[in-house]
């Protein structure tokens, strides 16, 4: 009875390298979000996704990342040329539904840019 | 100003006591509300999820929402050390998913 599952839980770049993310949603769940924590900040909603679809991006940097949750397979965020800024914990929730369903989190990865 | 926000603490109290954490907002489109529990270098927990105003409790645990004042509260009866985390508070509009905006967190400590 797995919950959501993020790896890697710890991952360091250099700066241009490029960081790629993994969430296996609970399953049975349709719906992933991605969530940004930087230190001393509350989350901050990135993307919300459906299978092979990108429901809202709003929340995402226009440039170097994008996300994408194949029909087989986990959910992915990438991010491109990584500098600096883009340290923080990143967060997969997974959910049943749409709007009305709780969220669950996964434990997070920790990207560090050195 | 941030839509939400939440006293970061830290916050210490002994064992047993009563603790009262609280968030305001200012977008009064919010309709759900939550409570999160964050462990240190752990992902979020959800504790307690209301809609719109009025209060719900869950053994030790009593989540109130004032949407006239744009006010929401925690209260932990008889605090545990196993409470000490840090508590966010989160909101979303009746939209048709949930794009849920955060409060920074409260640190909280409870002293055996």
């Known amino acids: 009875n797995a919950g959501v599952m993020q790896n890697p839980r710890h991952l360091v770049r250099r700066r241009g390298q490029e960081a790629r993310l993994r969430c296996s949603p609970v399953?049975?769940?349709?719906?992933v979000y991605w969530y940004r924590q930087l230190p001393e900040e509350g989350l901050k909603f990135m993307v919300y996704l459906q299978k092979e679809n990108i429901i809202d991006e709003s929340g995402m940097p226009k440039e170097r990342f994008s996300a994408e949750f194949p029909k087989e397979g986990p959910s992915i965020l990438r991010i491109q040329q990584v500098v600096r800024g883009d340290s923080a914990a990143y967060f997969c929730a997974s959910s049943t539904a749409d709007g009305t369903d709780t969220q669950y989190f996964g434990p997070g990865t920790r990207l560090t840019v050195l | 100003q941030k839509e939400v926000e939440q006293d970061p603490g830290p916050l210490s109290v002994p064992e047993g006591a009563i603790v009262s954490l609280n968030c305001t907002y200012s977008n009064s489109a919010f309709q759900y509300f939550m409570w999160y529990r964050q462990y240190s270098r752990k992902g979020p927990e959800l504790l307690m999820y209301?809609?719109?105003?009025g209060n719900k409790e869950d053994g030790r645990f009593t989540a109130q929402v004032d949407k006239s004042s744009k006010y929401i509260s925690l209260f932990i009866r008889d605090s545990q050390p196993s409470d000490s985390a840090t508590y966010l508070c989160a909101m979303s509009d009746s939209g048709g998913y949930q794009k849920v905006t955060f409060g920074t967190g409260t640190k909280l400590q409870v002293i055996p």
């Open positions: 399953k049975g769940h349709s719906h």
């Open positions: 209301t809609y719109s105003s």
